[in-house]
């Protein structure tokens, strides 16, 4: 649960920055189109909101949060690290984790 | 206007980063350190490793090993009860002023484990240094200070959405050090807000006292009492004939708190004003439980319920409770963990940012200055507090476990280690040739941690703590081991910019090319 919470951190992070002209240039040969750019940024952020309904279905109204927040500082920081030191892997990398949570979700749930 | 403002909040900010900084890394290592209090303390009495606890635990025998060991007039008796995170039955009695008597027994044998300074010696060193009232006021600046940095820091950070996302490590020098800074800083920001200002709060009755002190007359003990719902009673000074038999009461106690007993309390033990109290634990909300109920140590009758907690004190309690993170389960404190190293990155490279800053001027200009003083604290602290710790959780293996004032010993370790890693970063030589030599030292003393612990324990060592799915105790050895690793690259990656040609360098590292490639090989041979 934990895991799947903090990979959605990271995938919601890497859209926002994905998001902005600067980071996409940093990963991406082809042009940064705004219009596109738009739409990352949106679906990061709905990410975050789905993220936080997560952690409150999970740990309630009083723990939730708490560590919904926790949990979105070290995915900020692990998704930098990882476009800086594994640029070309680290999109893979993001998904390869949610996935990797959502396949792992019904061992830890039954 | 703006100018001169925006330049008054960076003059601030590096000042008041600079003078409290090393405390503040002191403060924070130990606090980070301490989210797994309990679990190291476990780490640190391999004499309960590999048992399991009696789950009946005779309360009255217990008081009578503190009433053997009770030096007169004592002010309580405290019994903690074995739990999952600390399986040790803690006793100790408490006295108005000194320090307590403290029994650990091993409920398995009934026998009491040799005493180390634990966990709870970085808990305590990171709220008051050891050093009581003037500690716990110096920890409270220093905690003041760092809102201020904090604040400041993001008046003076004027690309804070736009390098939201920036890390510049190649860039090297006073670049690097500042993205790091920067990073660590902002993204960790609600957690070094949070952390700073509840940690501030929890002695906010100590801090500011004035409004208590007109309010009750200067009777602080009124205030708590009142405020927390507790009980207490003025001492008689008539001799209590006997403790009424503690183990009658727990079941009462646990129908009426309607949660398990964690610990319980007996206030003026040699006195008929005595009382005994019971609790729980705070595992089950983030803010603190401090639900008691009260019996009367004469006939055992109940004398009060506590739980009519004012809004005022909830919050209070929350606001501690969130710091103290005894709730949420080891998930939580992992989080919090690594938070609280970010934290460690965030102060240390920014103190460095300083150094890197001023590194050319002070090459051009060759005087003296305060600059050598800057880099030698960073280091000493820095680069020797987790050396200091890692040789003290090695000492805690080599000590002989049946070597009187054992815990003392512990801690003459820690600061032996912490002041000779500060006069070795002293002198002008080591200063010069940088940081890849601490932190190799570092990783050294780390990777020992494990393979002592291998060599000198047989039921305590990473492989019979992972066969017996006992995580908590694998979890300081693995934990050692990627710090290990951590620092081993730090050491490798500040090696390697070290030979790079003084031209592609930026920033500092005037390190003597030679000497950094005798360092480079030493670190292969480990």
């Known amino acids: ?46 990410l975050l909101v789905l993220d936080f309904a997560l952690f409150v279905a999970g740990w309630g109204w009083s723990q939730g949060p708490v560590f919904w927040c926790a949990a979105l500082m070290l995915s900020a920081l692990a998704w930098t690290l990882l476009m800086t030191l594994a640029p070309r892997a680290s999109t893979r990398i993001a998904i390869a984790s949610v996935l990797s949570a959502l396949v792992l979700m019904p061992v830890w749930m039954g | 206007m703006k100018n001169t403002f925006s330049q008054a909040m960076a003059w601030l900010h590096t000042w008041a980063g600079l003078v409290i900084g090393w405390l503040l890394f002191v403060i924070f290592v130990g606090g980070t350190i ?3 209090d309990k679990e190291l303390t476990h780490w640190m009495q391999p004499a309960l490793h590999g048992k399991t606890p009696v789950a009946n635990i005779d309360l009255s ?5 503190l009433q053997r060991i009770a030096k007169p007039h004592p002010h309580a008796y405290y019994v903690t009860l074995p739990s999952e995170r600390s399986p040790a039955l803690q006793s100790a009695v408490y006295y108005d002023a000194g320090p307590h008597d403290a029994i650990n027994i091993d409920t398995s044998t009934g026998q009491a484990i040799p005493e180390t300074a634990g966990g709870e010696f970085f808990f305590t060193l990171h709220y008051n240094l050891h050093s009581e009232t003037w500690g716990m006021y110096i920890v409270g600046i220093a905690g003041m200070f760092m809102l201020i940095a904090i604040l400041t820091g993001i008046v003076i950070h004027k690309r804070i959405f736009k390098d939201f996302f920036t890390f510049r490590p190649a860039s090297g020098g006073q670049r690097a050090w500042l993205d790091g800074h920067n990073l660590t ?5 609600p957690f070094h807000l949070m952390i700073a200002y509840t940690g501030v709060a929890i002695f906010v009755a100590n801090y500011m006292p004035a409004g208590l002190l007109a309010a009750y007359d200067g009777d602080v003990e009124k205030f708590y009492v009142e405020a927390s719902d507790s009980y207490e009673r003025p001492e008689t000074h008539q001799p209590l004939k006997s403790i009424y038999p503690i183990d009658k009461l727990i079941a009462d106690a646990r129908e009426r708190l309607g949660q398990p007993i964690s610990w319980v309390s007996v206030h003026h033990p040699d006195d008929t004003s005595a009382t005994i109290s019971f609790g729980g634990d705070h595992s089950r909300a983030v803010a603190w439980n401090f639900d008691q109920v009260f019996y009367d140590a004469n006939d055992g009758k109940l004398l009060h319920e506590s739980g009519a907690f004012k809004s005022g004190y909830k919050t209070y309690t929350f606001l501690g409770g969130l710091h103290m993170a005894q709730w949420g389960g080891s998930a939580l404190r992992w989080l919090y963990f690594v938070l609280g190293l970010a934290g460690c990155v965030m102060i240390a490279s920014g103190m460095q940012v300083w150094v890197a800053k001023r590194a050319k001027k002070v090459a051009e200009a060759g005087a003296w200055s305060g600059y050598g003083l800057v880099q030698a604290l960073n280091l000493g602290v820095v680069g020797g507090m987790p050396l200091a710790s890692a040789a003290m959780l090695i000492a805690n293996r080599l000590i002989p476990a049946t070597m009187a004032e054992r815990a003392s010993w512990e801690i003459g370790v820690f600061c032996a280690v912490w002041i000779l890693a500060s006069l070795y970063a002293a002198i002008p030589a080591v200063r010069s040739r940088g940081w890849g030599h601490f932190f190799a030292i570092n990783a050294v003393a780390c990777g020992l ?5 291998l060599a000198t324990s047989p039921q305590s060592h990473v492989f019979a703590t992972i066969a017996r799915g006992d995580w908590a105790l694998a979890g300081v050895d693995l934990t050692a081991l990627a710090l290990c690793a951590g620092f081993a690259w730090f050491a490798q990656h500040s090696f390697a910019k070290a030979r790079q040609p003084a031209s592609v360098r930026t920033g500092r590292g005037r390190a003597a090319r030679g000497d950094a490639v005798v360092d480079d090989t030493a670190l292969a041979d480990h």
């Open chain 1, 1 to 46: 649960m934990l895991w799947l919470g903090f990979s959605l951190g990271v995938a919601a992070w890497c859209l926002l920055s994905l998001g902005l002209e600067k980071h996409h240039q940093q990963l991406f040969a082809h042009a940064f189109d705004p219009r596109r750019g738009r739409w990352l940024r949106a679906l990061g952020w709905g």
């Open chain 2, 34 to 36: 301490a989210c797994f």
């Open chain 2, 61 to 65: 025998r217990t008081i009578e090993g």
């Open chain 2, 185 to 189: 800083g902002v993204l960790g920001l």
């Open chain 2, 449 to 453: 941690i494990p393979l002592v612990n």
